[in-house]
């Protein structure tokens, strides 16, 4: 049917041809030109859905990525801005995490033997303490980080009343460090920040290195145990700062002062040991260096008298004195009594 009309609108002469076509497409061929736009709105809207589904696949994945690009960019700024108030020499070092048994909280370093970079450094990040370095090749070293089994860390309070060594502990699923061991007569807030202590000369004084989060008891039950929570996240060490010598010219070597800490406890000294506290669990104040003794200088010699009247007989005199001292006889010969009289 739809053929022979077609045929028939062919040889139908021209100017007749447009009013049938629209007579038709408006009675008979209306319900099936009705069905075909259906039919290519349902195709059309099928098509937009699924170009759109993988235009919101691809912008989520763009997204994700551009989420991990601004979260590098902000650490980034952060170190920039961070190592600029550092008073010791630094190395910057990309960290990747090293896969394989025995691996568990080491990653490997960009920077090595050539960047001047020494075994055993701290390393940092611009929240605080990440690690160490353990093992130190020519163009990379291994950095032991603050989770690894054998991570230990001298640790104080910021005021210096508690001292210890921070190492790594699980505690309910979460990895910790446990500051031990502490007297029973100190107590840190929940919350306090914990810092390097400098003592034992591996890291520098005043480095950040977590926050209280609870407190335990030694299994002995002499000391107690404090968990600290690391201000350093896994997530947060791949880009570090491999720490040298102090700069040369730069008074203050606290590091506490980069990170905006205020540290009341004395610096340590190498000369000065620290004493223990009753309990022998945890150091006690430091020691008070005894104040040097004052060098004892001898009294000026005194001026030598001159008889101002060498010419004249009997007992000199000298302005000021008395003329017979007491206790003294006076003169036997009159004419020197006379003669010092005169002189007065």
Same mark, same amino acid.
């Given at each position: 049917?739809?053929?022979?009309?077609?045929?028939?609108?062919?040889?139908?002469?021209?100017?007749? !041809?447009?009013?049938?076509?629209?007579?038709?497409?408006?009675?008979?061929?209306?319900?099936?030109?009705?069905?075909?736009?259906?039919?290519?709105?349902?195709?059309?809207?099928?098509?937009? *859905?699924?170009?759109?589904?993988?235009? !919101?696949?691809?912008?989520?994945?763009?997204?994700?990525? =551009?989420?991990?690009?601004?979260?590098?960019?902000?650490?980034?700024?952060?170190?920039?801005?961070?190592?600029?108030?550092?008073?010791?020499?630094?190395?910057?070092?990309?960290?990747?995490?090293? *896969?394989?048994?025995?691996?568990?909280?080491?990653?490997?370093?960009?920077?090595?033997? $050539? /960047?001047?970079?020494?075994?055993?450094?701290?390393?940092?990040?611009?929240?605080?303490?990440?690690?160490?370095?353990?093992?130190?090749? +020519?163009?990379?070293?291994?950095?032991?980080?603050?989770?690894?089994?054998?991570?230990? *860390?001298?640790?104080?309070?910021? /005021?210096?009343? &508690?001292?210890?060594?921070?190492?790594?502990?699980?505690?309910?699923?979460?990895?910790?460090?446990?500051?031990?061991?502490?007297?029973?007569?100190?107590?840190?807030?929940?919350?306090?920040?914990?810092?390097?202590?400098?003592?034992?000369?591996?890291?520098?004084?005043?480095?950040?290195?977590?926050?209280?989060?609870? &407190?335990?008891?030694?299994?002995?039950?002499?000391?107690?145990?404090?968990?600290?929570?690391?201000?350093?996240?896994?997530?947060?060490?791949?880009?570090?700062?491999?720490?040298? =010598?102090?700069?040369?010219?730069? +008074?203050?070597?606290?590091? *506490?002062?980069?990170?905006?800490?205020?540290?009341?406890?004395?610096?340590?000294?190498?000369?000065?040991? $620290?004493?223990?506290?009753?309990?022998?669990?945890?150091?006690?104040?430091?020691?008070?260096?005894?104040?040097?003794?004052?060098?004892?200088?001898?009294?000026?010699?005194?001026?030598?008298?001159?008889?101002?009247? #060498?010419?004249?007989?009997?007992?000199?005199?000298? #302005?000021?004195?008395?003329?017979?001292?007491?206790?003294?006889?006076?003169?036997?010969?009159? +004419?020197?009594?006379?003669?010092?009289?005169?002189?007065?």
């Amino acid at each position: 049917m739809f053929a022979a009309l077609s045929l028939l609108l062919l040889l139908m002469p021209e100017p007749y !041809r447009d009013g049938v076509g629209h007579a038709l497409r408006a009675t008979a061929l209306r319900p099936v030109l009705a069905m075909q736009r259906g039919a290519a709105d349902r195709h059309g809207r099928y098509s937009d *859905a699924a170009r759109l589904r993988a235009e !919101r696949d691809s912008l989520a994945a763009y997204l994700v990525g =551009q989420a991990t690009l601004a979260a590098e960019n902000r650490e980034l700024r952060g170190l920039l801005g961070f190592r600029e108030r550092l008073a010791y020499s630094f190395v910057p070092a990309e960290g990747r995490w090293m *896969a394989g048994p025995g691996s568990d909280g080491m990653l490997r370093l960009s920077a090595g033997r $050539r /960047d001047r970079v020494t075994d055993g450094a701290a390393v940092i990040t611009a929240e605080g303490l990440a690690g160490q370095v353990s093992q130190l090749g +020519s163009e990379s070293a291994i950095m032991r980080a603050w989770m690894h089994p054998n991570f230990r *860390a001298s640790v104080m309070t910021l /005021d210096g009343e &508690t001292y210890g060594v921070a190492e790594p502990i699980e505690r309910n699923g979460e990895r910790l460090l446990a500051f031990s061991p502490v007297a029973f007569h100190t107590a840190p807030d929940t919350g306090a920040m914990i810092v390097t202590s400098g003592e034992g000369g591996v890291y520098p004084q005043g480095i950040p290195v977590g926050r209280v989060a609870g &407190t335990g008891k030694d299994p002995d039950g002499w000391q107690r145990i404090y968990y600290v929570r690391p201000l350093v996240a896994p997530a947060q060490m791949a880009h570090v700062l491999v720490l040298g =010598q102090p700069v040369t010219g730069r +008074s203050d070597q606290n590091l *506490a002062a980069a990170w905006g800490v205020r540290l009341t406890a004395p610096p340590p000294s190498a000369d000065t040991a $620290r004493p223990l506290s009753p309990d022998a669990a945890a150091p006690a104040r430091p020691a008070q260096t005894r104040p040097q003794a004052r060098p004892q200088t001898r009294p000026a010699p005194r001026p030598r008298r001159v008889d101002p009247t #060498p010419e004249l007989p009997g007992t000199p005199v000298f #302005p000021g004195e008395p003329r017979v001292p007491p206790g003294v006889p006076a003169p036997r010969n009159p +004419s020197a009594a006379a003669d010092t009289s005169r002189v007065e």
